[in-house]
Every structure is written in C-alpha cells, then in structure tokens.
C-alpha cells in the first residue's frame, strides 16, 4: 500500500491575477499554512490562498518533473489546464478538509 503521495499544485488569489505553482507531499497541511499565512512566503505577500488546481504523483521525480513542466507554460497555457478540470475556478481545498 502507497503511504506516501506527491502533490503539484497552482494557488492563486480571490481576483486570480496570480498564479503560484509549488510541489509538496503533505498538501491539506500545506493549504491550511497558506491559508492562514503562516509562512512567509510569496504566497503570503500575494494572498495567494485559492486552490484551483493540483495532480498527485507516486514518486518526487515526477512531481518535480511536472512542476517544471507548469512553470514553463505560457499564462494562457496554464489558465487552460486550471479551466479543463475547475471551469470556475473553486476553491478545491475544502475537498481537503
């Protein structure tokens, strides 16, 4: 049984101007520190606290590898990827919790 999963995610803010794209394994975790901005990070400064997109991986390489991957992508690219899976752009963390 897999015990430990990989997650890619995209963040963005209320007005989804901003677009943050980071790797973790521990991702209900992670929302609620963004969400509650507890790490001072980019996301803090940008209030990017809206979940909006995210694929789960069985192995870090691959999760980095698609990280990558999202960063390379056009704005419009990545505004199409968001809206093929989460057309109007909920908030998907409250599936987490």
């Keep these: 049984m897999k015990e430990k999963w ?18 973790t394994s521990i991702l209900p975790k992670r929302i609620y520190e963004h969400k509650n901005k507890l790490v001072d990070w980019f996301t803090k400064t940008y209030w990017l606290d809206k979940l909006v997109y995210y694929e789960k991986f069985d192995e870090i390489m691959y ?15 990545k505004l199409k990827l968001i809206e093929s899976l989460n057309p109007k752009w909920e908030d998907l963390s409250k599936d987490l919790f």
């Design 6 to 23: 990989w997650f890619v995610y995209i963040l963005t803010n209320q007005r989804n101007w901003t677009l943050y794209i980071w790797v």
């Design 63 to 77: 999760a980095i590898e698609r990280e990558k991957q999202l960063k390379g992508f056009l704005r419009i690219k």
